[in-house]
Nanobody, 124 residues
Framework: QVQLVESGGGLVQAGGSLRLSCAAS????????MGWFRQASGKERVFVAF????????DYVDSVKGRFTISRDNAKNTVYLQMNSLKPEDTAVYYC?????????????????WGQGTQVTVSS
């Protein structure tokens, strides 16, 4: 069983930055491939970013490329999402999750062990 706790969300003006953290329990965190997803009010949860166990492979949805950076510190059992140049359309609840290792890494159905989410609100 893995427990994930997201933090770092908040209210920020457009153009600002936030860094989200996802702290995981478990001794085998370093073997997990991780993803970040977001869900805007009234919309479906969608893929944002992916990082493999070593941090050597990352992937992003097109709308955040060049603005967001996913990283991890396996010694701290934590995955990060650095978000720069934030836009109002980035407003959502952000979730981290563990990829099962099969299927597509941008498909939420291929993920287990979701956190409770952290709210990000970007004002215009």
């Amino acid at each position: 069983q893995v427990q994930l706790v997201e933090s770092g969300g908040g209210l920020v003006q457009a153009g600002g930055s936030l860094r989200l953290s996802c702290a995981a329990s478990g001794r085998t965190f370093g073997s997990y491939d991780m993803g970040w997803f977001r869900q805007a009010s009234g919309k479906e949860r969608v893929f944002v970013a992916f990082i493999n166990w070593s941090g050597g492979i990352t992937d992003y949805v097109d709308s955040v490329k060049g603005r967001f950076t996913i990283s991890r510190d396996n010694a701290k059992n934590t995955v990060y999402l650095q978000m720069n140049s934030l836009k109002p359309e980035d407003t959502a609840v952000y979730y981290c999750a563990v990829w099962r290792g099969i299927g597509s890494s941008d498909n939420q159905l291929e993920y287990d062990y979701w956190g409770q989410g952290t709210q990000v609100t970007v004002s215009s």
